[in-house]
């Protein structure tokens, strides 16, 4: 059974950091897309990055420079490190993978998401 289950959100002060971890269980990251969307308050759910199962890194412009994906294939999790946060990514940040690519709003599976909140 594919399940994702992301953590380590929660309320940070602009400009600073945050590493948001999503463990994957019941397929291996190295044949899935794995990634992270967001959808803050009133807004359509957006792409942030994603990892390819070729280990490719893609990035949404909005967040190039400060955010970096990374996996571990052997513990089937996915990091999103965000840097010099800022009130406009307050969001809930969701875990998305997907055979297919690129990863989109209707991809395959989902997590629950975790909460950011950035304050000014």
């Known amino acids: 059974q594919v399940q994702l289950v992301e953590s380590g959100g929660g309320l940070v002060q602009a400009g600073g950091s945050l590493r948001l971890s999503c463990k994957a269980a019941g397929f291996s990251l190295a044949s899935y897309n794995i990634g992270w969307f967001r959808q803050a308050p009133g807004k359509e759910r957006e792409f942030v990055a994603a990892v390819r199962w070729t280990g490719s890194s893609h990035y949404a412009s909005n967040v190039q420079g400060r955010c970096a994906i990374s996996r571990d294939i052997a513990t089937k999790m996915v990091y999103l490190q965000i840097n010099n946060l800022k009130p406009e990514d307050t969001a809930v940040y969701y875990c998305?993978?997907?055979?297919?690519?690129?990863?989109?709003?209707?991809?395959?599976?989902w997590g629950q998401g975790t909460r950011v909140i950035v304050s000014s």
């Open positions: 998305a993978a997907d055979q297919a690519w690129p990863l989109r709003v209707t991809s395959a599976y």
